[in-house]
């Protein structure tokens, strides 16, 4: 059974980095597609980033030059690296893989910016 767990979230000041980790159990192979979403407080679910098997990268317009999704193939785990962080980016950030046709998610880790 594949599980995937999120870390890293924290309260941070406007400017700061945080770098989230998605953690992947019971893989055999590895991922077709890692994706990071982001869900603001009363908003909805948002893609903020994607990594293909293949290595190419997408980004929302609101984190290009400040995101950047990265992976371990080794460990089957893959990272969100957010620098210069603002208030917009506060709210639970999701990790989500596909993976012959399954798709699964993490159980959200909170990131707070202050201002």
């Known amino acids: 059974q594949v599980r995937l767990v999120e870390s890293g979230g924290d309260l941070v000041q406007a400017g700061g980095s945080l770098r989230l980790s998605c953690a992947a159990s019971g893989l055999i192979f590895g991922f077709d597609t890692m994706l990071w979403y982001h869900q603001a407080p009363g908003k909805e679910r948002e893609l903020v980033a994607s990594l293909t098997s293949g290595g190419s990268t997408a980004y929302a317009d609101t984190v290009k030059g400040r995101f950047t999704i990265f992976r371990d193939s080794a460990k089957n785990w893959f990272y969100l690296q957010m620098n210069n962080l603002k208030p917009d980016d506060t709210g639970v950030y999701y990790c989500?893989?596909?993976?012959?046709?399954?798709?699964?998610w993490g159980q959200g880790t909170q990131v707070t910016v202050s201002s």
């Open positions: 989500s893989a596909d993976m012959e046709a399954q798709n699964f």
